[in-house]
């Protein structure tokens, strides 16, 4: 992590300075241009009482010549500093992750959050403090959402592989993640749902104008101008425009409902197009060598013609459509030169010729910044192991396991090993020594790894798993559930899951503790039975000691393992080491101590 803290402070004193030093040309060009229309004013203006001769007109025109060439400058210089800020933006936020502050960015993916998904809440996928408020670099919607699809679905082992080279590549590029970060900067949190823009570019055309209407198109407004015109010179020519201006009215009311499917797909997406279209260009422009990147570039040039291209003169059409949003033009302008019926024929004409790549190029992109987030993860945790996923039985080993979402530098780690299908770990412990923790850090690798990323871990080796948890339940007083039944029913969906196709990791945290000790028991056992028979692998943490007897039963199978507590009088501690053998301590009653609840001496004695 030391590489990358020393890369970004770089990068930030860098800008920093870049920053300060635009601004002070900006605002000496601010300057000059108010010097140079002042130069060309005030003389115009003092001439009708001050006569001068040409050299007085000559420093007009030189002043009037300079503010143009100064206003060209001060937007280019405002461009430079609006694309150095992205980039110190970029390096500051990549600092605010390494020192912890990432739960306080703003996009956490709780949109994404399915209460359905078998394991997203269990293992913290989205909201805040989050996996994806972690891994997210993403500057687009469609970045954003293939992360989250990469975290619920996991991918085949081929398909890990080839991101994982993409992403060892990427985690090199550290200007080309700036650039796309830079490229990428202000697309609005709220801007549209790209589907129904990208549904249209591959549907069918609604306008379709034939030749006879395009005539009209181009002869109408020709008419309507002429007749505008020629009012001035010739009053009785105001009936001619006023009947042409109605006939254009008539036509695009008219064909509004054939204009409608098109503007209504385009609107408001001209800064989201433009943007994309600059993401785009560095997509396009690198060399790569890992083949998934390479194959990115070869969907991006489908058409014939990049697809940044495309994208910059779709964004220049939508831009001129957009004209119509203002209300006088819209009401004025816009009919008399049938605005809306060449902008919409122009979108036609894109969409008849490249409409149909649209959602493979927006695809490509998503892949392509979902690839970048995991990149700059790698890039930022030169530590965490790359997995290796294979297809061979199921399994999972892992040497060093963490939780990736604990603070590095207070991160404790342990071994775990599923060796075979068919094992399970019984993890035992008294509250609050790492149990559930343990389980989130083998689910957590196991979702990561299969997204393509590396893992908070030293090593991992693992196969193709479907994961399945228990772990957070809640009744539901409106719909009438318990939480136990809530709980069963979550189970029933893991046991289900056993029998499918894709072997399962289980994680069952505290199982059945919603009945009585015996039901627990029995209940318990029968289930971790039916999981482990039907070939599954997991880990079961749970405070039902007599749950230990499976590892008699299940001969080979089940595993017990324990966290302890160290006690100093009235205080305790945990070193959350995983250690072999069934826990032999409790801690509940000395925590209703410390908290401040009282305790009947003869109850915590064992007598009645």
Known sequence: MSSAREHYDQRHVALSDELRAIGARYDVVAWARLVTLLGAVVPSLARIWVPFGPAGWALVGACALAFVVLVVVHGRLAERRQRAQAAYDHAKRAIDRLEGRWPSFPQNGKSFHQDAHPYALDLDLFGPGSLFQLLNDARTQLGE???????????????????????????????????????????????????????????????????????????????????????????????????????????????????????????????????????????????????????????????????????????????????????????????ILLWDLHCVAALERWQQRVGPHARNWLDALADFEAC?????????????????????????????????????????????????????????????????????????????????????????????????????ISDSVRDGVSRFYAEILKIKGVVDAAGGARPVLFLLDEILHGTNSRERHLGARSIIRALLRAGSIGAVSTHDLALADLSQLEQGKVRTVHFQEQVDGDKMSFDYRLREGLVRSVNALRWMRIVGLPVDDDAAAGRP
């Open 372 to 472: 970048s987030s995991l990149a700059t993860f790698a890039f930022e945790h030169p530590d965490y192991a790359w997995p290796d996923v294979d297809t061979q039985a199921l399994h999972f080993e892992a040497v060093g396991l963490g939780h990736p979402l604990l603070d590095p530098q207070r991160l404790v780690v342990n071994d775990v090993s599923l060796p075979a299908p068919g094992f399970a770990l019984l993890v035992t412990g008294s509250n609050m020594s790492g149990k559930s923790t343990l389980l989130r850090s083998i689910g957590a690798a196991a979702v990561l790894a299969l997204a393509g990323a590396p893992v908070c871990a030293r090593s991992l080796r693992m196969s193709v798993c479907a994961v399945r948890t228990s772990m957070r």
């Open 145 to 335: 959402a293939r992360i989250a699809g990469w975290l619920c679905e996991p991918a085949d082992a081929a398909t890990v592989r080839q991101r994982q080279e993409a992403v060892k590549e990427l985690a090199h590029h550290h200007a080309l993640r700036e650039d796309l970060a830079v490229a990428g900067a202000g697309v609005a949190e709220a801007s549209p749902d790209p589907e129904p823009f990208v549904a249209w570019a591959s549907g069918a055309r609604s306008f379709s104008p034939g030749q006879g209407l395009v005539a009209i198109m181009w002869l109408l407004p020709v008419l309507t101008v002429a007749m505008a015109a020629g009012s001035t010179r010739h009053p009785h020519l105001i009936w001619g425009f006023a009947i042409a201006f109605i006939a254009s009215m008539t036509l695009v009311a008219r064909l509004g409902p054939r204009l409608n499917p098109a503007i209504n797909a385009a609107s408001q997406r001209s800064g989201d197009l433009e943007r994309f279209a600059r993401i785009l260009v560095v997509v396009e422009s690198k060399a790569f060598q890992a083949e998934a990147l390479k194959s990115l570039q070869q969907r991006l040039r489908a058409s014939g013609v990049t697809a940044s291209t495309e994208i910059a003169r779709l964004a220049r059409i939508v831009s001129t459509l957009e004209a119509r949003e203002n209300g006088a033009f819209r009401a004025v302008m816009g009919p």
